[in-house]
């Protein structure tokens, strides 16, 4: 049975947040939610008669501020962070394999795919992963910040992400050209960046890309450790 | 088992677009396209893995173009429309009680549910509903032109849509304010418009708008009812 979640986009940053569902219909869990459309997301789960169990992150983003501090002050959800991204609040930090449980029978498995920073992980549920910002539709995340590593990134889409079933939906962190899903399989086999690339080849296309910095990373990283909360508060 | 659709969306025109997706992963249908995003759906399907059976439009839209007849002519899928609303090229002309069906065991009901134009209609499947214009989360299409009523709107909502059990998620044909999806029991409770109101009432306050005319609304009417394609062409 193909179950999707409700994908949610926040023009500004273009990042998703995604609602799942519980196949019972009474609880829900949201990946990186956008600081200001804390109500909005509150009131989808609202309207869909759901309670929020958990607010997950992929990783500590650079580029927007989370509303997870604000939705967990609000419902009561847990917030669940990777260990390794320096999100002291939060009251579950998950590795590699952790397994989140939520409505009657959810299971999302957690994958540590270091790479776009060293802590990202990959969020597994139903046929669907969420990736973060370590594999995008047609591309991936930048590597050269926050810990970040193009020999790191490799791996965990060719030796983790790229083990998942072809039919697997992919779930990005964003997406700048109006691109919404797509497959394991499909990545497999034409992602720009990643697709029949060595390791080396990779790191040098990486290497060569020479982003700018984004413009809110020395306020978005650690207002992010902190869950968007401000700090001292 | 919630099974939700792949929702798109056009900036420019906040139109949302929805893939459904067959569960035996062979085939989908897609709803109300916009036609400057043509090859972006053709590339969802395609990492999808999915062969387009239909192509679906709720009503002739007076404010974006569709890319139905394009799809159609690239892909060989049927397109399927409301038989009230002069779109003459389209192989299937669908009325209220009619069953669309796809992969091995989808079924798509059409509810006629004139109002913000005369022949709209809204699609149900597995506890989805896309109402087009006719409702929108925490509101309704306008009833001003194109043979419009609100006399016709009110007994379409009230009659047939708030008829469709209480969790049976809402999809709109478009929103304003970052919304994505509502359930037809949180819009009989709240929907500013339509929720605890006479028809008399609802159609004072609908006559009151004085709404602008939408600026594309003389290229776009006889565009889609010529599925998007230029006459005679």
Redesign the interface.
Known sequence: ?????????D?DSSTFSYIL?A?D?TSAVIIDPVER?WQ?DL??L????LKLAYVLETHAHADHVTSAGKLVDVTGARAAVPSGCGIMPAEVQLKDGDVIRFGADERIEVLHTPGHTAGSVSYVWRGNVFTGDTLL?DGCGRTDFQSGSSQALYDSVIGKLFALPD?T?VWPGHDY???????I??EKRHNARLANRSKEDFGALMAALKLPKPILMDIAIPANQNLGLPHGA
């Open positions: 049975m193909n179950v999707n979640p409700v994908q949610l986009f023009v569902v196949d219909n459309h909005r009131a989808h609202e309207r869909l008669g539709i039919t939906r050209k109006g691109q919404s899903v797509s497959t399989g499909w």
